[in-house]
């Protein structure tokens, strides 16, 4: 009896949970209700419909592209990062602190050059940097080499101002200069790194 209620009792549209609650749910019912959400999308239904509908065929084509043809994919991947690449010949380090750190075409750039010209700076670093002809920079001959070249800058004098006159003083590691060099181990002296 209770059957036949079901199937003669007039049917209303019921929400869709109640269909799956229930358990009396068939799929002709479930299809009606889905049609009945798809049929009146507002505007912004429609939109969120055609953004995920174009993601959706793009990255189809492409997973297609590269499941059917993984070589190809492969190799377009690898000069797209060649011609990325090409980039680096262009580019420029820059390490003077005004160029890093104060805005080109401002007061403050135009005041810094101002303060430059009329007090200019007391000292400037040099950097000098050697390089092994053949072997380790580290091995004895090479730095041996450079102690040589060392006490020959230290020589070089000009209108009786030499290295150690005009240096910034820090003594400590065997030379009256601030100087940083992997030769202060040996006290900057010859007989040491005989």
């Given at each position: 009896?209770?059957?036949?209620?079901?199937?003669?009792?007039?049917?209303e549209?019921p929400?869709p949970g109640?269909?799956?609650?229930?358990?009396?749910?068939?799929v002709?019912?479930?299809?009606?209700?889905?049609?009945?959400?798809?049929?009146?999308?507002?505007?912004?239904?429609r939109?969120?419909?055609?953004?995920e509908?174009a993601?959706?065929?793009?990255?189809y084509k492409?997973?297609?592209?590269?499941?059917?043809?993984?070589?190809?994919?492969?190799?377009?991947?690898?000069?797209?990062?060649v011609?990325c690449a090409?980039?680096?010949?262009?580019?420029?380090?820059?390490s003077?602190?005004?160029?890093?750190?104060?805005?080109?075409?401002?007061?403050?750039?135009?005041?810094?050059t101002?303060?430059?010209?009329?007090?200019?700076?007391?000292?400037?670093?040099v950097?000098?940097?050697?390089?092994?002809k053949?072997?380790?920079?580290?091995?004895?001959?090479?730095?041996?080499a450079?102690?040589?070249?060392?006490?020959?800058?230290?020589?070089?004098?000009y209108?009786g101002?030499?290295?150690?006159?005009?240096?910034?003083?820090?003594?400590?590691?065997?030379?009256?200069?601030f100087?940083?060099?992997?030769?202060?181990?040996?006290?900057?002296?010859?007989a040491?790194l005989?």
């Amino acid at each position: 009896a209770i059957l036949a209620l079901a199937i003669t009792a007039p049917q209303e549209r019921p929400c869709p949970g109640s269909l799956l609650l229930s358990g009396m749910a068939t799929v002709a019912d479930i299809s009606a209700v889905e049609k009945a959400a798809s049929e009146t999308p507002n505007m912004f239904g429609r939109w969120a419909g055609a953004v995920e509908h174009a993601f959706e065929s793009q990255f189809y084509k492409v997973g297609f592209f590269v499941g059917t043809r993984p070589c190809s994919s492969l190799a377009a991947s690898l000069v797209l990062v060649v011609l990325c690449a090409g980039g680096f010949s262009q580019l420029n380090s820059e390490s003077r602190a005004d160029k890093l750190w104060i805005p080109q075409d401002t007061q403050a750039r135009t005041d810094e050059t101002a303060f430059t010209e009329h007090f200019p700076p007391g000292s400037r670093f040099v950097n000098l940097l050697l390089e092994a002809k053949d072997g380790d920079a580290l091995d004895k001959g090479s730095l041996q080499a450079a102690m040589e070249l060392h006490h020959r800058v230290e020589a070089i004098s000009y209108e009786g101002t030499n290295l150690t006159s005009i240096c910034i003083a820090q003594a400590g590691d065997g030379h009256p200069c601030f100087i940083s060099s992997v030769l202060g181990a040996w006290g900057y002296d010859k007989a040491a790194l005989a």
